[in-house]
């Protein structure tokens, strides 16, 4: 059999161990080397292979791997860019299906969320149609965990890991300075449409008074009335409140309650919920107020990433290239949990048709009655994703976050404009 190139890309938001599915990728594929010729990553994503801006992972050795490995980020650059439908523009598809006959690239692994599978999908109908030999897989990437197909997604584990510390120690600190005029804390984390982030912070209660005291899902409409009046029972009761607020939260009317900038594909940008809420409860009760928006900090913390994550973020790589090197198109290695308690998990084979660009919102059963909290199954569910540490190497007293070099592949077409 013909040895042909791998090429491999990230996609989307990038999280504090999509790099560990690199390294996976890149050590798996010389597990074939009968299929599997040189190892490929495209700089930023689709776009990098629309420009042919690639580089070679090949000579990547053990300590490179690891390197790789413990480096938060995307290594290789990412993108939010979606394909335009084939019909629309074909000649895009006749790019990539150019740029990948010039390089005798047999393999694409596209590592990202639901979006992403989409992408993968298209491809791989482009070059069947196109009569170009590829194989395409997708590998799950996201820190929202609303993929679909997978018990959880790769990256989750480690933003949750983050999210639910970051809600003790603030915890700690509003506890310390409460005091009779009442105060509160408000962090605003990521969750679009499902709030799976939102319901990590609880994970850090060790008793029923511990924060969060609330959480605003975008599962949930906002009630305003009820919430404040839990807010107030909650202040009264201990001196203070502290509450999780995913950016994705929808009025009665169903619609956002802050956004930002739309862009000119309409995607809108979110932010600002957890100063509106702040400033909500401060207005209607008094209460002294704070509020944080972690934002990037939540997915790019490799100080504290989970070890099942880093575990299934490699696992996933490692799989994604076994059903590449059998020849498995349009497939995506999901993540199947075998039990919860000792947590065991495998990977197995989905198909991408019904994953593509759709979303897995928290269940209701999740959720308790009130819709300002998780249930005993939801923690159940969620406590084996953040368990784990592994820690960075260090140097100079900080994390010491080095990045093999990987030489750029000598472009062979003309430049290419997006």
């Known amino acids: 059999m013909k040895r042909r190139i791998l090429l491999y890309a990230q996609s989307g938001g990038v ?9 996976g990728v890149i050590a798996a594929a010389r597990a074939h080397p009968e299929t599997i010729g040189r190892v490929y990553a495209a700089r930023h994503g ?3 292979v629309l420009r ?27 993108c939010r860019f979606d394909l335009d439908p084939p019909e629309e523009n074909p000649a895009q598809f006749d790019r990539l299906i150019t740029v990948f006959s010039a390089h005798d690239i047999g393999y694409f692994l596209y590592n990202g969320g639901n979006g992403s599978m989409d992408t993968v999908m298209k491809l791989s109908a482009a070059a069947r149609s196109r009569g170009y030999p590829l194989t395409c897989v997708g590998v799950p990437k996201t820190v929202d965990n609303d993929l679909l197909g997978t018990d959880c997604s790769p990256g989750f584990g480690s933003a949750a890991k983050y999210l639910a ?16 005029r009442g105060r509160v804390f408000v962090m605003e984390v990521m969750g679009r449409n ?7 912070t609880v994970l850090a209660r060790r008793v029923a008074d511990d924060p969060p005291h609330l959480v605003l899902f975008p599962e949930r409409s906002f009630d305003e009335t009820a919430f404040l009046a839990r807010v107030k029972a909650c202040v009264e009761r201990l001196g203070y409140c502290a509450i999780t607020v995913a950016e994705g939260v929808r009025g009665k009317d169903g619609r956002l309650l802050i956004e930002q900038d739309e862009d000119a594909k309409g995607y809108i940008q979110l932010g600002g919920i957890g100063q509106f809420i702040a400033r909500l409860i401060h207005t ?10 972690p934002d990037y900090l939540q997915r790019s913390a490799g100080h504290l990433v989970s070890a099942t994550d880093r575990a299934q973020a490699e696992g996933v790589g490692w799989a994604a290239v076994q ?8 497939v995506m290695p999901g993540i199947v949990r075998r039990s919860d308690v000792p947590y065991r998990w495998q990977t197995a084979p989905v198909d991408l048709a019904g994953i593509a660009n759709a979303e897995r919102r928290v269940p209701d059963e999740f959720i308790s009655e009130c819709g300002f909290d998780i249930t ?14 592994v820690m960075p190497p260090f140097a100079g007293g900080v994390p010491d976050y080095r990045c093999p070099e990987a030489p750029a592949v000598i472009k062979k077409l003309a430049d290419y404009t997006v």
């Open 194 to 200: 499902c709030g799976w982030l939102a319901a990590s």
């Open 15 to 23: 999280t504090a161990v999509i790099n560990a599915t690199a390294a």
């Open 52 to 78: 042919e801006e690639l580089v070679d992972c090949t000579t990547f050795d053990d300590a490179d791997c690891r390197a790789l490995m413990a480096r938060p980020g995307g290594a290789f650059g990412s």
């Open 46 to 48: 689709i776009l990098g």
């Open 323 to 330: 059903y590449a090197a059998a020849g498995r198109d349009n």
């Open 376 to 389: 005993p199954a939801a923690i159940t569910w969620l406590k084996p994703l953040v368990d784990g540490e």
């Open 284 to 293: 209607r009760l008094g209460y002294k107020h704070h509020w944080t928006v």
């Open 165 to 180: 510390t970051s809600m003790l120690e603030a915890g700690l600190d509003l506890k310390a300075m409460s005091s009779r």
